[in-house]
């Protein structure tokens, strides 16, 4: 039911929230409304949907395209610059912070944002780009930056962000195959070599 499950999840997410106090949220209102537009967008309504998007965007700071799907009792918390694109989709009960991205890699009209499963915590500032996908269950560490789909039930932290946890589990990252941009640097300063040894070889012998 429309604001029974939104006004849940503030409740059960914020526990500074009082009962009263959730009618004071930005964070509702702007969810609020988008279910609103995202009515009278899929139904074709010229003008609206885009222009009250931009209306909650000024009253708010959260911008969400009318275009994008969100599910039962998304709380967006805090919320100042937050932006959803056209073809994101967020899943139920999911949790989102202040200063969080769901932006596109794609100037075609195809779906170009993510996906994000139910149940998922994505935390300040994390930016999730692109069609991919983001299990359900998964915790998305503040500031991180997502390029690629995250499996069920996995925390995930870091630029670009890497699986820390999956399905409670620590998840071993092999630091030592991680790249190394001065050694990549020297390995193409030695093959430039290599390649003018042989030229200068090959002009000797002329």
């Known amino acids: ?54 209306i909650m965007r000024a009253l708010t ?33 999911c949790l989102i912070y202040h200063g969080v991205t769901l932006g596109g890699t794609s100037t075609k009209r195809v779906k170009r944002h993510p996906t994000v499963g139910a149940n998922t915590i994505i935390g300040c500032g994390a930016k999730i780009i692109g069609n991919i996908h983001i299990g ?26 890497r699986v820390i946890l999956q399905n409670g589990e620590k998840v071993d990252n092999d630091w030592g195959t991680l790249p190394d941009p001065v050694e990549d640097t020297i390995v193409h300063l030695i093959h430039r070599i290599v390649t003018l040894e042989e030229k200068l070889k090959k002009f000797e012998s002329k």
């Open 136 to 161: 359900h269950n998964c915790k998305i560490g503040a500031n991180a930056i997502v390029l690629k789909d995250v499996p069920d039930n996995s925390t995930v932290v870091g630029m670009a962000a």
């Open 1 to 54: 039911m429309l604001f029974v499950d939104e006004i849940k999840s503030a409740l059960r997410y914020d526990p500074a929230c009082r009962w009263w106090e959730v009618w004071l949220y930005h964070g509702l209102w702007a969810v609020w409304t988008h279910k609103l537009l995202h009515l009278l967008y899929i139904c074709r309504a010229p003008i609206i949907p885009r222009l009250g998007s931009q």
């Open 61 to 93: 700071g959260i911008e969400i395209h009318p275009g994008a799907k969100i599910g039962r009792g998304v709380f967006i918390d805090h919320g100042s610059g937050v932006i959803i694109g056209e073809t994101a989709e967020v899943g139920d009960n």
